[in-house]
């Protein structure tokens, strides 16, 4: 997940198993609008990255790159 989420910027990532940090982030979610909008914002903007038809023209760019 780290080379898709940017920690404090898109998303947040906690370590497998910690559930001290899971709670504390949920915390801090809830507790700052302004940073779960923002965090909100830039993760759905984030998701288009990896969406079919953006994939399928990194394809066709690469092989038609190749090919040429």
Do not use: C
Request: no cysteine; net charge negative; glycine share 6%.
């Amino acid at each position: 997940p780290s080379d898709i989420i940017k920690q404090q910027e898109d998303g947040l990532l906690i370590e497998n198993g910690n559930i001290d940090g899971l709670a504390q982030a949920i915390t801090t979610l809830i507790d700052n609008d302004q940073t779960r909008m923002q965090m909100g914002r830039k993760a759905r903007a984030n998701v288009k990255r990896y969406d079919i038809t953006s994939i399928a023209l990194q394809w066709d760019h690469l092989f038609k790159t190749l090919l040429s």
